[in-house]
C-alpha cells in the first residue's frame, strides 16, 4: 500500500510586513518576495498525519508530490530527511496552474494508474489564493471518497479512521479505502523535524521529475483558464476598547451588546 | 516549624487571598521557562519539589516582616517577578517559599530633570517601555523577553538589551535601589550620577539572582526617543570576517545601537531571500540625535563596504524589528515538536571568540547524534570583545532523561570550550542553577570572594540556595 501527500512551497506570511500589503497595479502582485518560501502550513500538518500512520506500519510507502519550478524542491527534500521514501516534482509554467482545477488535474494524472495508492492528503487550502478545492476535485476525479476538515486519520485492520471538525461538532468515522482527505491545522500537531544528519542524506536523494504542458493532459482543449482580473487587499481594522464592571451593566452584557452592535454594521 | 504554622503566619500577614497553596500553581511556579524544562514537561516532567506556598507581596514593609520570618526559621525562599528566567533560577526546592513581587507593580515617578524613572520591583519592562514612550522617551533596554520580564529581575540576571551597544547593559543603566535584605532589613542606594564611595554596591544586587536578597524597587536611566534612525544590512562570506568588522566598528568609537551578526544557517532561516548561498548577515541600526545617526551610519558602511560586504538595503531590519520578539508568544514551539532546544549566550575577547564559536560548531555538529542545527550570533559588542549566542535543537528518545543527557551534551560542549578559551560562561541570561556547576571554573580564585559575600549576607542560606553557588 501507498498513501501520498501533496505539498506546495508558499511564502511565509507570518513574516510580511503590515504596510507591505499592498497591490501592484501594473503586475496585479504584491510584492512579498522577501518573505522565505516555506511549506504550507496545511500540508506540514498533512504530511505530519502520513508519517504518523507509517510509524507504527512499517510497510506503507510514502511518497510526496508537489507541482513547481526547481525552488520547490526544497519542501520535497525536507520531507525526505524527515522519512518519507519518494518524491516527485511536476514541471508547469506557473501561470497555468493558478486555479484548483487545473492543479487536481495534474495531481490526477500522475496518480490514477498507481493502484498501490489508498490515501491521498492534502492540505486543507494553501497560503497562497486559498481556493480550498485541490482535494476535492481530485477526489472526484478519481472517483474516490473524500472527507474535508480531517485533524488526524489512523490506519487499523485495512481500514482508516479519520476525525474531522464540522460545523456541529466532530466525527469520528471508520472508512474503506482508497480515499482522499483535506488536512486542517489543529494546534498540536507540528511537522517533525530533520537532523541535520538527515538533512545531508536528503540532499544526495533523488526526486522523481515530470514535465508536463497542460495541454498534454487536458481532456478539453477549449477549457478556460482562469484569468486574475483585479486584486484588493482589504486592510482589517483592529480595535481594542477595555470593558468595566460597572453597576448597571455586567461585563458579559456589555460584551453581548458591542458584539450585536457590530454585527449590526456590518463587521465580520 | 510545621507548614501550617508557616502558612497561618503568612495569612496573617498577608490575608488568606495572598497566599498560594494551590497546588497546581505551585507546579507552574516550579520551574521557569529553561530550554530544558520545556521539553521534559513534554515528556511528562513534573516537579517532585514543590514551595509550600507562593507569597504576593505587595508593600516593602510586608517584604520586611517576610524575610525576617523567613530568616528566623531558616526557611529557603525564592524571589520572583516575570518568571522568564532561563536558567533553572526558579527552581523551588521543596517546602521552600516563592517571594512573588509581581504584583508590586507601580511606576513610582518619572524624574524629566534628571531623565531617571523609578518603578516597584513588578513593572514589567514592556508596561515601562510604553509609559516613557507617550511621554517622549525610551528606558533604551530592550531584551527580546520585553513582552515577559519585569524590572526585578532584570536588575537580578544582569540583563541586557537588543540596543546595548549604545544603550549598555542593565548595569550601565541602574541608577539606585531599593531592596530588602535576607535577615530582614531594608536598604537604600540613593541616585547619584557617579561616586567614589567605596566598592559600587549595586553591583551586589545586579545579578544577584535572588541569592541576596528581595529587590523591591529601581531607579533607571531614561534617554529621549532617537530624532533619527539609520538601518542597514550587508552580507557577508564568513563569520570571522563580520566579527573583524564590528571590531573594527567599536573600537574606532562607533556605537551602533544595534550590531548584530547571524551565521549562514540563521542568515538561511530568517534573510534567505536577500542572501546568496552560504552568507552570513551584519545589521545595524544606528540613531541618536539628528545629524549623528547618519555620521555613524557612514562609517559604518564604509568599513563594511573595506571588508567586502554587500549591501542588502533596510528591509532586514524592517523584518527584524517586527519580529525579534516574536518567540516570546510560543514559548513551547520546539518542545512540542519533541526537540530539545535552547539557547547559550557566552562572551569572550576579540582574540578568542572567533576560536570559540568555530568550535562550538564544530564539535556539536559533530558529536550530537540527532542534531536538528546549532547556529550562533553576535548581538552585543564592546570594544574589548562581543558575545556569541548560541542557538541548537536536537532530537532524542521521547523521555526526560534521554532529554536532560541531550541537553546536558550539548550545554556541556559550550561551556567547555568557551572556558578553553578563557570566555565567560554566561553573557546575560545569569546563572541559575543549571549553570551553577562551572561557577568555580569560571570565577577561578574569585570564587572565594563570592562564597564570603554569600554567607555574609545570607549567614543561613535561605536566599535561592543553589543559585550561582551550587549546594554541596
Ligand atoms: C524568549 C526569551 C528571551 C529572552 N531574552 C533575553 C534578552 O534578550 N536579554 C536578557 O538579558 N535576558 C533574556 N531572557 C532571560 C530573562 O528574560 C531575563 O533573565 C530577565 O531579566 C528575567 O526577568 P524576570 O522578571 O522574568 O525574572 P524571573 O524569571 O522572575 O527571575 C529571574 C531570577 O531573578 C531573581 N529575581 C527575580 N526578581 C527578583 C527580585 N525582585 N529580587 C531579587 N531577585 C529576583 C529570581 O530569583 C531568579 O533567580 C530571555 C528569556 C526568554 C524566555
Given at each position: 500500500?501507498k498513501?501520498?501527500?501533496?505539498?506546495?512551497?508558499?511564502?511565509?506570511?507570518?513574516i510580511v510586513?503590515?504596510?507591505?500589503?499592498?497591490?501592484?497595479?501594473?503586475?496585479?502582485k504584491?510584492n512579498?518576495?522577501?518573505?522565505?518560501?516555506?511549506?504550507?502550513?496545511y500540508?506540514?500538518?498533512a504530511?505530519?498525519?502520513?508519517?504518523?500512520?507509517?510509524?507504527?506500519?512499517?510497510d506503507?510507502?510514502?511518497?510526496?508530490?508537489?507541482?513547481?519550478?526547481k525552488?520547490?524542491?526544497?519542501?520535497?527534500?525536507?520531507?525526505?530527511?524527515?522519512g518519507?521514501?519518494?518524491?516527485t516534482r511536476i514541471?508547469?509554467?506557473h501561470?497555468?496552474?493558478?486555479?484548483?482545477?487545473?492543479?487536481?488535474k495534474?495531481?490526477?494524472?500522475?496518480i490514477k494508474?498507481?493502484?498501490?495508492?489508498?490515501l491521498?492528503?492534502?492540505?486543507?487550502?494553501?497560503?497562497?489564493?486559498n481556493?480550498?478545492?485541490?482535494?476535492?476535485?481530485?477526489?472526484?476525479?478519481?472517483?474516490w471518497?473524500?472527507?474535508?476538515?480531517?485533524?488526524n486519520i489512523t490506519?487499523?485492520?485495512s481500514?482508516?479512521n479519520?476525525?474531522?471538525?464540522?460545523?456541529s461538532?466532530?466525527e469520528?468515522?471508520?472508512?474503506n479505502?482508497p480515499?482522499?482527505?483535506?488536512v486542517?491545522?489543529?494546534?498540536?500537531?507540528?511537522?517533525?523535524?530533520?537532523t541535520?544528519?538527515n538533512?545531508?542524506k536528503?540532499?544526495?536523494?533523488?526526486i522523481n521529475?515530470?514535465s508536463k504542458e497542460l495541454?498534454?493532459?487536458?481532456?478539453?482543449?477549449?477549457e478556460?483558464?482562469?484569468?486574475?482580473?483585479?486584486l484588493?487587499?482589504?486592510?482589517?481594522?483592529?480595535n481594542?476598547?477595555y470593558?468595566?464592571?460597572?453597576?448597571?451593566?455586567?461585563i458579559?452584557?456589555q460584551?453581548?451588546?458591542l458584539?450585536?452592535?457590530?454585527?449590526?454594521?456590518g463587521v465580520? | 516549624?510545621e507548614k501550617?504554622?508557616v502558612i497561618?503566619?503568612?495569612?496573617?500577614?498577608?490575608?488568606k487571598?495572598r497566599?498560594v497553596?494551590?497546588?497546581?500553581?505551585?507546579?507552574?511556579f516550579?520551574?521557569d521557562?529553561?530550554?530544558?524544562r520545556?521539553?521534559?514537561k513534554?515528556?511528562?516532567?513534573?516537579?517532585?519539589?514543590?514551595?509550600?506556598?507562593?507569597?504576593?507581596?505587595h508593600?516593602k514593609?510586608?517584604a520586611?516582616?517576610?524575610?525576617?520570618?523567613?530568616?528566623?526559621n531558616k526557611?529557603?525562599?525564592?524571589?520572583r517577578?516575570?518568571g522568564?528566567?532561563v536558567?533553572?533560577g526558579?527552581?523551588?526546592p521543596?517546602?521552600?517559599?516563592?517571594?512573588?513581587?509581581?504584583?508590586?507593580?507601580?511606576?513610582?515617578?518619572?524624574?524629566?530633570?534628571?531623565?531617571?524613572?523609578?518603578?516597584?520591583?513588578?513593572?514589567?519592562l514592556?508596561?515601562?517601555e510604553?509609559?516613557?514612550?507617550?511621554k517622549?522617551?525610551?528606558s533604551g533596554?530592550f531584551?527580546?523577553s520585553?513582552p515577559?520580564?519585569?524590572?526585578?529581575?532584570l536588575?537580578?540576571?544582569r540583563?541586557?538589551g537588543?540596543?546595548?551597544?549604545l544603550?549598555g547593559?542593565?548595569?550601565?543603566?541602574l541608577?539606585g535601589?531599593?531592596?530588602?535584605?535576607?535577615?530582614?532589613?531594608?536598604?537604600?542606594?540613593?541616585?547619584?550620577?557617579?561616586?567614589?564611595?567605596?566598592?559600587?554596591?549595586?553591583?551586589i544586587w545586579?545579578?544577584?539572582e535572588?541569592?541576596f536578597?528581595?529587590?523591591t524597587?529601581?531607579?533607571?536611566k531614561i534617554?529621549?526617543?532617537?530624532?533619527?534612525?539609520?538601518?542597514?544590512?550587508?552580507a557577508i562570506e564568513e563569520?570571522q570576517?563580520g566579527l573583524?568588522i564590528i571590531?573594527?566598528?567599536?573600537?574606532?568609537?562607533?556605537?551602533?545601537a544595534v550590531?548584530?551578526?547571524h551565521?549562514?544557517t540563521e542568515?538561511?532561516?530568517?534573510y534567505?531571500?536577500?542572501?546568496k548561498?552560504?552568507?552570513g548577515?551584519?545589521?545595524?541600526?544606528s540613531?541618536?540625535?539628528q545629524?549623528?545617526a547618519?555620521?555613524?551610519g557612514?562609517?559604518?558602511?564604509?568599513v563594511?563596504?573595506?571588508h567586502k560586504?554587500r549591501e542588502?538595503g533596510?528591509?532586514?531590519?524592517?523584518?527584524w524589528l517586527?519580529h525579534?520578539?516574536?518567540?516570546?508568544?510560543?514559548?513551547d514551539?520546539?518542545?512540542?515538536?519533541?526537540a530539545?532546544?535552547?539557547t547559550?549566550?557566552?562572551s569572550?575577547?576579540?582574540?578568542?571568540i572567533?576560536?570559540?564559536?568555530?568550535e562550538?560548531?564544530?564539535?556539536?555538529?559533530?558529536?550530537?547524534p540527532?542534531l536538528v542545527?546549532v547556529?550562533g550570533?553576535?548581538?552585543h559588542?564592546y570594544?574589548?570583545?562581543t558575545?556569541i549566542?548560541?542557538?541548537?535543537?536536537?532530537?532524542?528518545a521521547?523521555?526526560?532523561?534521554?532529554?536532560?543527557k541531550?541537553?546536558n551534551?550539548?550545554?556541556g560542549?559550550?561551556?567547555?570550550t568557551t572556558?578553553k578559551?578563557n570566555g565567560?560562561i554566561?553573557?546575560?541570561?545569569?546563572?541559575?542553577?543549571y549553570?551553577?556547576?562551572?561557577?568555580?571554573e569560571?570565577?577561578?580564585?574569585?570564587?572565594?570572594?563570592?562564597?564570603?559575600?554569600?554567607?555574609?549576607f545570607?549567614?543561613?542560606?535561605?536566599?535561592?540556595?543553589?543559585v550561582?553557588i551550587p549546594?554541596?
Amino acid at each position: 500500500m501507498k498513501i501520498i501527500s501533496c505539498i506546495k512551497q508558499v511564502y511565509d506570511l507570518d513574516i510580511v510586513l503590515e504596510n507591505d500589503w499592498v497591490v501592484d497595479e501594473t503586475t496585479n502582485k504584491i510584492n512579498i518576495d522577501y518573505a522565505n518560501l516555506i511549506m504550507n502550513p496545511y500540508d506540514e500538518t498533512a504530511l505530519e498525519l502520513m508519517l504518523r500512520i507509517t510509524d507504527s506500519s512499517k510497510d506503507i510507502k510514502t511518497e510526496v508530490i508537489t507541482i513547481g519550478n526547481k525552488k520547490s524542491e526544497a519542501i520535497l527534500r525536507k520531507a525526505l530527511a524527515i522519512g518519507v521514501d519518494d518524491a516527485t516534482r511536476i514541471e508547469i509554467d506557473h501561470e497555468l496552474i493558478n486555479n484548483p482545477f487545473n492543479i487536481a488535474k495534474l495531481l490526477h494524472h500522475k496518480i490514477k494508474d498507481d493502484k498501490e495508492v489508498k490515501l491521498v492528503l492534502c492540505g486543507r487550502q494553501s497560503d497562497i489564493f486559498n481556493h480550498g478545492q485541490t482535494g476535492q476535485i481530485l477526489a472526484e476525479k478519481l472517483g474516490w471518497s473524500c472527507f474535508t476538515n480531517v485533524f488526524n486519520i489512523t490506519y487499523k485492520d485495512s481500514y482508516f479512521n479519520v476525525s474531522r471538525t464540522t460545523s456541529s461538532g466532530i466525527e469520528h468515522i471508520k472508512t474503506n479505502n482508497p480515499l482522499v482527505v483535506t488536512v486542517t491545522q489543529s494546534p498540536n500537531m507540528f511537522l517533525r523535524m530533520a537532523t541535520l544528519m538527515n538533512t545531508m542524506k536528503a540532499k544526495q536523494k533523488p526526486i522523481n521529475f515530470i514535465s508536463k504542458e497542460l495541454s498534454e493532459i487536458s481532456e478539453d482543449t477549449n477549457e478556460k483558464f482562469y484569468n486574475l482580473e483585479k486584486l484588493t487587499v482589504e486592510k482589517s481594522k483592529k480595535n481594542c476598547i477595555y470593558l468595566n464592571e460597572n453597576k448597571n451593566k455586567s461585563i458579559n452584557l456589555q460584551l453581548s451588546d458591542l458584539i450585536n452592535n457590530s454585527l449590526n454594521k456590518g463587521v465580520k | 516549624m510545621e507548614k501550617t504554622e508557616v502558612i497561618n503566619f503568612f495569612e496573617t500577614v498577608l490575608g488568606k487571598e495572598r497566599v498560594v497553596t494551590n497546588e497546581e500553581v505551585l507546579q507552574e511556579f516550579a520551574t521557569d521557562i529553561t530550554g530544558l524544562r520545556m521539553v521534559q514537561k513534554h515528556f511528562g516532567w513534573k516537579s517532585e519539589n514543590l514551595a509550600s506556598c507562593i507569597l504576593k507581596i505587595h508593600t516593602k514593609e510586608e517584604a520586611v516582616t517576610v524575610m525576617k520570618f523567613i530568616n528566623e526559621n531558616k526557611i529557603v525562599s525564592i524571589p520572583r517577578t516575570g518568571g522568564s528566567g532561563v536558567c533553572l533560577g526558579l527552581e523551588t526546592p521543596s517546602h521552600s517559599v516563592v517571594i512573588d513581587l509581581s504584583e508590586m507593580n507601580e511606576i513610582i515617578e518619572i524624574n524629566e530633570e534628571n531623565f531617571t524613572i523609578t518603578a516597584q520591583a513588578g513593572v514589567p519592562l514592556q508596561v515601562l517601555e510604553e509609559t516613557l514612550n507617550k511621554k517622549g522617551y525610551t528606558s533604551g533596554h530592550f531584551p527580546q523577553s520585553l513582552p515577559l520580564a519585569q524590572m526585578g529581575g532584570l536588575v537580578a540576571t544582569r540583563s541586557i538589551g537588543q540596543f546595548s551597544t549604545l544603550y549598555g547593559g542593565i548595569e550601565d543603566l541602574l541608577v539606585g535601589l531599593e531592596g530588602v535584605l535576607p535577615t530582614g532589613e531594608l536598604v537604600f542606594i540613593k541616585n547619584n550620577p557617579r561616586k567614589s564611595t567605596g566598592p559600587d554596591l549595586r553591583h551586589i544586587w545586579l545579578g544577584s539572582e535572588g541569592a541576596f536578597g528581595v529587590i523591591t524597587e529601581v531607579t533607571v536611566k531614561i534617554f529621549k526617543l532617537p530624532e533619527e534612525r539609520v538601518m542597514q544590512a550587508f552580507a557577508i562570506e564568513e563569520f570571522q570576517t563580520g566579527l573583524d568588522i564590528i571590531q573594527e566598528i567599536v573600537q574606532a568609537g562607533w556605537k551602533p545601537a544595534v550590531t548584530r551578526l547571524h551565521d549562514k544557517t540563521e542568515a538561511k532561516e530568517s534573510y534567505g531571500p536577500f542572501i546568496k548561498e552560504d552568507e552570513g548577515v551584519l545589521l545595524f541600526i544606528s540613531e541618536g540625535p539628528q545629524g549623528f545617526a547618519s555620521l555613524e551610519g557612514n562609517a559604518v558602511k564604509n568599513v563594511c563596504l573595506k571588508h567586502k560586504a554587500r549591501e542588502l538595503g533596510s528591509k532586514p531590519l524592517e523584518l527584524w524589528l517586527a519580529h525579534r520578539n516574536d518567540i516570546c508568544d510560543h514559548l513551547d514551539m520546539y518542545a512540542k515538536q519533541g526537540a530539545v532546544a535552547d539557547t547559550c549566550e557566552i562572551s569572550a575577547m576579540w582574540s578568542d571568540i572567533g576560536k570559540i564559536y568555530n568550535e562550538v560548531i564544530s564539535r556539536v555538529a559533530k558529536e550530537v547524534p540527532y542534531l536538528v542545527a546549532v547556529t550562533g550570533h553576535s548581538s552585543h559588542s564592546y570594544v574589548q570583545g562581543t558575545n556569541i549566542y548560541f542557538m541548537f535543537g536536537a532530537m532524542c528518545a521521547p523521555s526526560v532523561e534521554a532529554a536532560e543527557k541531550t541537553y546536558n551534551q550539548i550545554f556541556g560542549i559550550i561551556m567547555e570550550t568557551t572556558l578553553k578559551y578563557n570566555g565567560s560562561i554566561a553573557h546575560h541570561h545569569g546563572v541559575g542553577r543549571y549553570r551553577s556547576k562551572w561557577m568555580k571554573e569560571e570565577l577561578g580564585s574569585s570564587y572565594e570572594m563570592l562564597k564570603k559575600l554569600k554567607s555574609a549576607f545570607d549567614p543561613n542560606g535561605i536566599m535561592n540556595q543553589g543559585v550561582l553557588i551550587p549546594v554541596e
